[in-house]
């Protein structure tokens, strides 16, 4: 199993942290219960729960792996049109487990397994870039959005519709499978009407705990990830935080410390930062797991509490020679959490040459060694600073650690959020900005907030700046 270290947070170590031990003690009750009541709840509907339960859902991942395999040798590339919760875990995994560099591979060096492109913005050039030089007959579009209608990824699926009709023909359809509502919304009607291939996000998922439903495991099964893999991951690491004793659930202890140096210390930002570039998309993940979960204006009871812990990425050992910078002689508000991988696929070593300068001891040693030794420096050095840090420990990168991985997040985060009082599973803060997006395109319905608009627009022009 994935390991987390804490001890170089704990008071013990550092001056002003928290004594966790301690903690552990005077927060054992109250994580038992909130360990208990999420496994009660994950089963009824209108929790937001159900993510729990992907890791169990063994007639998706038959689904997806039959579509898989029929379609394997039919296309060189796969289209993602996603946004959020829709692509960043798909990116995320795909590049911690696809060999390096993958769309630049032959198709040889992939196995047979087609390329894959997320397109998880709106920008104009990116998008009429990889346009131009898709070979559309070759090319699978999936399109995710469980509401339907999400604006980004509606337009993107507009201009590639009608950009593979032109291209194809009446045979269009059988280049594209959409991932929607079982039942409602504007892509589940298109679906439906065009006859296209379709895949569903369980109720009561919302996007940014939807990783391991057919979101992800379907770009993922296209790419020849061993998903069964990945699912087994999920399901021991299930088994282990159903422990409702903390010293035992990493996941608990992981969102206790996290947020008592909130409450206790004022630490509220917390820096994901993983050594491996195979991870370094695992903190965009989390960052939207993280910030949209916990960003709440309102506690459970109505309060106005704007609680909220912000995530910030890291990539290690690049982000040494910037932000490690700030969190060692910077604002004591951070809170850093290093993502260590033991065993890597390669070895590099480092040559022998160059012995006349004040490189040469490097001659000998392996990059590994040089990313370990940096990754210890580093942590010393903000403790010698007094900074607190964790570490995860991952055995290698594969799909069964990389499943613990992300659901371990995902119950630190549902963990969390209970221990403020808040609502994990929702985002009105999101909400707002779609309804003004809506306006601004002409979308009927919104008036309103066409006429909220117009207001604040006419007040900042009447405003004078000397």
């Known amino acids: 199993m994935i ?24 927060y054992k009750t109250k994580i038992a219960e909130i360990i208990q009541d999420l496994n009660q709840r994950k089963d009824k509907p209108e929790q937001g729960l159900q993510w729990m339960n992907l890791g169990y859902s063994e007639e998706t991942v038959w689904y997806v792996k039959e579509y898989a395999s029929l379609v394997k040798d039919r296309f060189e590339n796969i289209l993602v049109l996603g946004i959020g919760g829709s692509a960043l875990g798909g990116i ?33 050039d990116s998008m009429s870039a990889l346009f131009d030089n898709l070979d559309w007959e070759k090319t699978l579009v999936n399109v995710i959005t469980k509401s339907g209608d999400t604006t980004e990824i509606m337009a993107q699926f507009m201009i590639v519709k009608d950009r593979l009709e032109k291209e194809l023909g009446d045979n269009y359809r059988r280049n594209i499978v959409a991932t929607t509502d079982k039942n409602v919304g504007v892509l589940r009607q298109i679906a439906e009407q065009e006859g296209y291939k ?9 996007g940014r705990y939807s990783v391991f439903s057919a979101v992800g495991l379907l770009p993922l099964a296209l790419v020849g990830i061993d998903i069964d893999e990945m699912v087994n991951g999920i399901k021991d690491m299930d088994l282990a935080l159903k422990n409702t004793d903390i010293r035992n659930n990493v996941a608990a202890q992981n969102a206790l410390i996290h947020y008592l ?9 917390t820096i994901l930062m993983p050594y491996s570039s195979r991870l370094k998309y695992i903190p965009d993940w989390f960052t939207q797991l993280w910030a949209e979960s916990l960003g709440k204006e309102l506690d459970l009871s109505g309060n106005k509490v704007n609680f909220g812990l912000t995530p910030v990425k890291a990539a290690g050992a690049t982000d040494q020679h910037s932000l490690i910078q700030l969190c060692n002689e910077g604002p004591d508000d951070k809170l850093i959490t290093f993502i260590r991988v033991e065993n890597f696929d390669k070895t590099l070593e480092i040559p022998h040459i160059f012995e006349y300068t004040g490189v040469g001891y490097l001659g000998g040693k392996s990059i590994n060694n040089l990313l370990n030794a940096e990754a210890e420096a580093t942590k010393v050095t903000l403790n010698d ?8 420990t991952m055995p290698e990168i594969t799909p069964y650690y990389i499943g613990q991985l992300l659901y371990m997040f995902e119950v630190q985060t549902a963990i969390t959020g209970a221990l403020y009082n808040i609502n994990p599973f929702n985002q009105p803060g999101i909400e707002q900005a779609k309804d003004y997006t809506y ?14 608009l117009k207001t604040t627009f006419d007040k900042i022009s009447k405003t004078v700046i000397s």
């Open 439 to 452: 306006a601004l395109m002409g979308r009927a319905g919104y008036e309103g907030s066409a006429e909220a």
């Open 198 to 206: 379709t895949f569903v996000i369980p109720d009561d998922v919302v």
């Open 92 to 124: 995320a995994v795909t590049e911690a487990l696809l060999k390096p560099y993958w769309n630049f591979l032959t198709k040889e060096q992939r196995n047979g397994y087609p390329r894959i492109f997320f397109l998880d913005n709106i920008d104009p």
């Open 3 to 26: 390991k987390l270290n804490y001890k170089f947070a704990d008071n013990a170590v550092i001056n002003n942290g928290i004594e966790i031990e301690r903690e552990f003690d005077n």
């Open 385 to 392: 600073h007094d900074k607190p840090t964790l570490t995860i």
């Open 261 to 269: 140096y909130d409450r206790q210390k004022g630490r509220n930002i």
